[in-house]
């Protein structure tokens, strides 16, 4: 039996345009499968046929039945203006994507959420200015939807949502091709609290290009993260944290108020069911603590997913039969000073990142726009072992990295 199937087969490359000499095409195929896809955008050029080869789905196809990379995306700033990149830890090689399809009366997009689910990326809302709304001080949110093809190697534009929103949590449903997103609102870069907050929660179908509104959450809810667990044969949709209300210090400045329970909505066939609610997550005298919030999922599916909490140098673990909160770890390296950190999942393990500015002899020779923007130091825990590791890659970025408003997504491909 041919290793391609008929489905994925390479018709488009004839007999006498060979990928490798002296081998069948199917096997050829194969063998090229396995080529780093951080690579390829360097080998499309070697020959015709690899071309129409590494930009098939044929070569997804046999990627993902055989050979799936677990990689990062990186959105450093506005997609519109600035090209997200890829990351390969296993070869440390980064990649460059094309920017978003760029609207001119918008700019500064923020706050959006960027989820993977099959072999593409999906990037949904966020806060961004508008120049035809007034004041242009204040940001607006954005119901907009994109998904990068990573077979026509192109952004394409989707059904937007039907509530805009930024700061919102988001899960994908693999096994129904949906995606789930809750709250939200809209978000200043500076006066973060002093942003707009909504309940609303919606369900896209990726077969329909469709927005589908399902019950809204209790109460408004804005900065929250979402994640899906399996209960039994049904799957649950988990929103946590967040803030709702804000209040003022000294009657100026606008300060969240965080909420510290959970809600859950159980996912079914013909739609949601009702939300029931999870108490106070910190035991008594506790402090809460309001971290990023990560999800390892059970690579065999038998198990619920495992939630971490990075606050500070420390990484929490959520208990769900006690619905608390505890410590896991403390990060072994800490910086000379204070910092902002990446914290994401690839391969089951946690990533946490901060940036290192590499020493430079030639820096004062070099221009302001040609200082380097130094290295991504990573420390990589894995929970299982309770093992750390170390990790560190240059930046391809022209500009400096801020993990405080990085947007990131991991994905297999």
Avoid at 171 to 184: K, N
Wanted: with cysteine; charged share 20%; hydrophobic share 35%.
């Amino acid at each position: 039996m041919s290793i391609l199937s008929s489905s994925t087969n390479l018709h488009e490359i004839d007999d006498a345009q060979t990928l490798i000499p002296g081998l069948p095409n199917d096997v050829a195929a194969l063998i090229l499968s396995f080529l780093p896809y951080s690579h390829h955008c360097r080998l499309k050029p070697t020959c015709k046929p690899w071309y129409i080869f590494l930009s098939s789905k044929a070569l997804l196809s046999l990627r993902l039945r055989n050979r799936r990379s677990h990689l990062l995306c990186i959105f450093p700033e506005d997609p519109h203006i600035s090209s997200p990149f890829l990351f390969d830890p296993e070869h440390l090689a980064w990649c460059p994507l094309p920017p978003m399809p760029c609207n001119p009366h918008v700019y500064g997009l923020c706050n959006f959420s960027s989820i993977s689910l099959g072999p593409s990326i999906y990037v949904l809302g966020g806060s961004l200015f508008d120049t035809r709304t007034f004041p242009l001080d204040r940001p607006s949110p954005s119901s907009s939807a994109f998904r990068y093809n990573f077979v026509t190697s192109s952004w394409d534009r989707l059904t937007p949502m039907i509530s805009p929103r930024g700061s919102f949590a988001c899960a994908a449903v693999p096994s129904s091709d949906q995606i789930i997103v809750a709250g939200g609102g809209s978000r200043h870069t500076m006066f973060r609290a002093a942003g707009s907050r909504i309940c609303s929660v919606e369900r896209y179908d990726v077969e329909k290009d469709q927005w589908e509104a399902l019950d809204g959450l209790p109460q408004f809810r804005a900065g929250c993260v979402g994640f899906t667990v399996r209960d039994g044969v049904e799957r649950e949709f988990w929103v946590m944290g967040g803030y709702g209300d804000s209040r003022t210090v000294s009657g100026v400045f606008p300060v969240d108020e965080y909420y510290k329970d959970a809600l859950v909505m159980e996912l079914k066939e013909n739609g949601g069911g009702k939300w029931r609610e999870l108490g106070d997550m910190w035991g008594a005298g506790e402090t809460p603590r309001f971290g990023k919030i990560v999800v390892v999922e059970d690579e065999e599916g038998g198990n619920p997913p495992t939630i971490f909490m990075l606050d500070d140098y420390d990484i929490l673990i959520y208990n769900m039969n006690s619905n608390l909160w505890q410590k896991e770890c403390s990060v072994p390296r800490r910086t000379a000073r204070k910092t902002s950190f990446g914290f994401i999942v690839l391969n089951g393990e946690l990533h946490v990142m901060t940036i290192v500015n590499g020493i430079d002899s030639t820096e004062t020779r070099r221009s302001r726009q040609q200082k380097r923007t130094g290295a991504l130091f990573m420390q990589i825990y894995h929970p299982r072992k309770k093992t750390w590791r170390f990790l560190v890659t240059k930046l391809p970025f022209r500009q400096p990295l801020d993990l405080s408003t990085t947007v990131m997504c991991s994905f297999r491909l």
